[in-house]
């Protein structure tokens, strides 16, 4: 159990790192880093399709972010591209507006992180039948809903930021589907059509 909190907890803090992209989205502006995002997606992309197919590569970034890559990663695509690609996408949904960007991403970084650490550490009422668990979800959407707030979001829109990725953090990840993706991408649309701007 704990060992599992652990790995989890450096997932997480590798995880974070998506903050590195709202970084660079307030120290290059917009749109230079949405061009600046395109083209390390594509990098990512080749790292990571490179990954799957070169068992020498697989071996040395495995070893190298040991713990950090779950067994469903191991023949799919990792969470940092999802990571990457949803950040780009909340970018261009958001068209460059910075508190809807922010929202999104934080979403992202603090509410998926507190989503899992809870989850792992407390979480007893599984919803769905699956992996995920109540105490997990609300404490993603109480942590992305004060990450709004304190990014200028209006209690009403933050609480939809946080609604909205909770609601895509809550659905069961597979190979195909990737929160990492969808968080951003669902708070950002949300905001969008509120008229967040």
Not at 55 to 73: N, S
Not at 80 to 97: P, V
Not at 136 to 148: D, E, H, I, K, N
Request: charged share 15%; proline share 4%.
């Amino acid at each position: 159990m704990m060992s599992d909190l652990r790995r989890e907890f450096g997932r997480k803090a590798f995880h974070m790192l998506s903050l590195v992209y709202l970084g660079a989205f307030h120290l290059l502006g917009w749109p230079r880093v949405g061009w600046a995002m395109a083209v390390w997606l594509p990098i990512v992309f080749v790292i990571e399709t490179l990954r799957l197919m070169v068992p020498a590569i697989e071996r040395a970034l495995v070893g190298f972010f040991d713990g950090m890559i779950r067994e469903t990663e191991r023949k799919h695509f990792s969470g940092i591209f999802h990571t990457t690609a949803g950040s780009l996408a909340a970018m261009l949904i958001a068209r460059g507006e910075p508190m809807i960007v922010g929202a999104a991403i934080l979403q992202l970084a603090l509410g998926d992180a507190a989503s899992a650490l809870v989850g792992k550490a407390y979480g007893r009422t599984k919803l769905f039948g699956g992996r995920k668990s109540l105490e997990g979800t609300l404490a993603g959407f109480s942590v992305g809903f004060a990450a709004a707030l304190a990014y200028g979001l209006r209690p009403g829109a933050a609480l939809a930021a946080a609604l909205a990725g909770a609601l895509a953090e809550l659905l069961p990840t597979t190979p195909w589907f990737n929160d990492n993706l969808w968080i951003p991408v669902a708070s950002a649309t949300v905001l969008v059509l509120m008229g967040v701007r």
